[in-house]
């Protein structure tokens, strides 16, 4: 069925990268869709933090994947120069958590979760309305 085809191609490991270049870029879609023709700090926050996203989902991760960006791990022996890993590696966790946080505060934002509750006014009984009303 597949002949001539190597296994490693059809591996998980081998799809991964272009797994995230495609679900960072459905994630912008989604967001840019989202926010279209809307005004306010909620619609900015969730496409910065969707923009961050498919950058570090769609360039970064699959750049780590592939052995072109230096992994840092700490204790453990770099290939290379130990500062670009260090400096990649914060690029990567800055890029993926401050998008996840836009992204998270604009999506609360836009659901209102920090709006106010709204407060009833004391409502007045209805005996004592009546009786205002009425000569004694």
């Known amino acids: 069925?597949?002949?001539?085809?190597p296994?490693?191609?059809?591996?998980?490991e081998a799809s991964r990268p272009a797994f995230m270049?495609?679900?960072?870029?459905?994630l912008l879609v989604v967001a840019w869709r989202l926010v279209q023709g809307r005004t306010g700090w909620a619609p900015r926050l969730i496409f910065s933090g969707a923009?961050?996203?498919?950058?570090?989902?769609?360039?970064?991760?699959?750049?780590?994947?592939?052995?072109?960006?230096?992994a840092y791990r700490p204790?453990?022996?770099?290939?290379?120069?130990?500062?670009?890993a260090l400096g990649?590696?914060?690029?990567k966790l800055f890029t993926m958590n401050a998008g996840w946080l836009l992204f998270g505060l604009g999506v609360a934002l836009h659901a209102r979760v920090f709006a106010p509750t709204p407060t009833l006014a004391p409502t007045r009984d209805p005996v004592e309305a009546r009786s205002e009303h009425q000569p004694a």
């Open 1 to 5: 069925m597949l002949n001539g085809t």
């Open 7 to 12: 296994q490693f191609l059809l591996s998980i």
């Open 21 to 26: 270049i495609v679900m960072g870029l459905f």
């Open 51 to 70: 923009l961050m996203l498919a950058f570090g989902y769609a360039v970064m991760v699959p750049l780590y994947h592939s052995g072109t960006l230096p």
């Open 75 to 84: 204790g453990a022996h770099v290939h290379g120069d130990p500062a670009v």
């Open 88 to 91: 990649w590696h914060v690029v």
